[in-house]
């Protein structure tokens, strides 16, 4: 398993969020959909206006319909004026219709607003993935980064379509209600604001104690996310070293500390809406006692006593809106956190393109443009991937147009980290890396890299047809550019044996297809690169033998007129070529051909020797 996996943060609490900070960034980022979201304010509050209003009209419809059955029971009226009380019932239809269409209007608003910053955090996101420097995925898992576009940007979408609106609509509806109530009865409505320093101590008090268990829930959900995941593509050698106790028992203190804190974040916003009910009851009991003691008194009429209950059963609504929206807002936080921390991540250092290569064979070089010939130089470099830990210390190579260079010697000695400071995958600490003499970092990495063709020892193939996958090295190549690269690599005769063909699709992992294959597959597609420099890490150690003399036939092909560089174990594939560079420790001990230095009977004679003197020893 990968040591930087979520092993590794077994342990780990998640630090308090600064919601504030959170808050006041995402309130940026809307900034740009400031005129729509002062639409859905409009719209919101004229929606609760409309709605607020109908209490008070529906209470007239009850004085008038009471005056008529007194009258008639007194004597003194004609009785119910069903004309009046039927006008009275239409004009309460036209308004909530108009309530109605303002909420409409604001919920689809909101909800296109949202379905953006959603569609833009994710992009931002993969665009900054792309920026990020290797180092970056040295220490994250694929897991964790998969949460933040997943999971958190999801919480955040679903909490901003419910909060936002739902804020708006409750502060207008708290405001309206309370303006209403005072036009009836400013004695009541003090009675009912009783409730509230109630209401906003307990409010406070809980979010309070749910904030850190909502950050908590969103970090270890990302925890949860990476050792599946990490699992999940290392499930056969997890099983082939009955790893499944450990996988568990991990998983198990990721899932439990997920549930305590769900559970906690969930039960504390839970309790909220029961808690304010109760409160909300308390005030409505008072209202009603002391309503009914002004009605006794002809202080109030009926309908008014009946448009103010309604309104203190509204008046505690907004109160549990808001109450269970500020649970809302810190799962927003942790969730919008969480995505702005990756955001802000360091990027790979701004580059300052001094010279661009030239990609027309038919056009002059000039002072910033040139042909890449192929010669590389090694300026005393100095690397490693921390500063206190140095693991290259002095490499320097002189490396002609055309060359076939072979870089051996005892694993982490130094062999791959060198290439990859050759693709500006890493930037060295000192020295310099030269290609026909510009210094690497004068080119910008997409041009550099594109100079290159690699072939790695671990495979990498996308859920994808063959033909697709082949074409990765050249997205304009032909179907007849893609099957010549094929034959090149001796990958034509297997393809043609499979179901589909060319045409045949890939699973997600590529098992449908041997290891073998799915080596030869990605010599086909760094073969239609056509690339300047040749990268072969291990290319042909998943192969067998014949297959092996197969591709380097191929591969002489390959490297014919080309500077290639050849990391290899088994040495007996590299006699052959032009310059072998021995590294032990992060340092050239010894350079020259293989004849050279046999004959100096030196680190490589013997490590040479090794492999065939001592057979277990081939693969070390």
Known sequence: ???????????????????????????????????????????????????????????????????????????????????????????????????????????????????????????????????????????VTHGEVLSRVTNDIDTLTQSLNQSVTQIITSAATFIGILVMMLTISWQLTLVALCILPLSFLFILKIVKRSQKYFAQQQAYLGHVNGHVEEMYGGHMVMKAFNGEEAAVKTFDEYNGTLYSS??????????MMPVMNFIGNLGWVAVCILGAWRAAHGAMTVGDIQAFMQYVRQFTMPINQLANSSNVLQQTAAAAERVFEFLAEEEESKEEVVVHINPDDNTPDTDSL??????????????????????????????????????????????????????????????????????????????????????????????????????????????????????????????????????????????????????????????????????????????????????QKAMDHLMEGRTSFIIAHRLSTIRDADLILCMQDGDIVEQGTHDELMAKNGFYAKLYNSQFDHPSAQGA
């Open 370 to 551: 040139i042909h890449v010939k192929g010669s590389v130089q090694f300026a005393h470099v100095k690397f490693g991937y921390t500063p206190d830990k140095i693991i290259i210390h002095d490499f320097s190579a002189n490396i002609q147009p055309g060359q076939k260079v072979a870089i051996v010697g005892p694993t982490g000695a130094g062999k791959t980290t060198m290439v990859k400071l050759l693709m500006r995958f890493y930037d060295v600490n000192e020295g310099a890396i030269l290609i026909d003499g510009y210094d690497i970092r004068n080119f910008s990495r997409n041009e550099l890299r594109s100079v290159f063709g690699m072939v790695l020892q671990d495979t990498w193939l996308y859920n994808g047809s063959i033909k697709d996958n082949i074409r990765y090295g050249n997205l304009h190549a032909t179907d007849e550019e893609v099957i010549a690269a094929a034959k090149a690599a001796q990958v034509h005769h297997f393809v043609k044996t499979l179901p589909g063909g060319y045409d045949m699709v890939l699973n997600e992992e590529a098992s449908n297809v041997s290891q073998g294959q799915k080596q030869l597959l990605t010599i086909a597609r760094a073969i239609l690169s056509d690339p300047k420099v040749l990268i072969l890490d291990e290319a042909t150690s998943s192969v067998d033998t014949r297959t092996e003399l197969l591709i």
């Open 262 to 271: 769900a559970w906690k974040s969930q039960f504390l916003s839970g309790i």
């Open 1 to 139: 398993m990968r040591g930087h996996g979520p092993a590794a943060m077994a342990h780990g609490k998640p630090k308090v969020k600064d919601f504030k900070g959170t808050m006041k960034q995402l309130l940026h980022y809307l900034g740009r959909y400031k005129f729509r979201l002062i639409l859905v304010m409009i719209f919101a509050v004229a929606s609760t206006i409309f709605t607020i209003v109908g209490p008070k009209v529906l209470g007239n419809a009850t004085t008038e319909l009471f005056n008529g059955i007194m009258g008639k029971i007194t004597g003194t009226g004609t009785g119910i004026d069903f004309n009046a009380i039927a006008s009275i019932l239409l004009t309460l239809l036209a308004l909530y219709l108009t309530s109605l269409f303002f909420s409409y209007g604001q919920g689809w608003i909101m909800t296109g607003i949202t379905m953006e910053v959603t569609y833009n955090l994710r992009n931002d996101i993969v665009q900054k993935i792309n920026r990020m420097p290797l180092s970056y995925f040295d220490r």
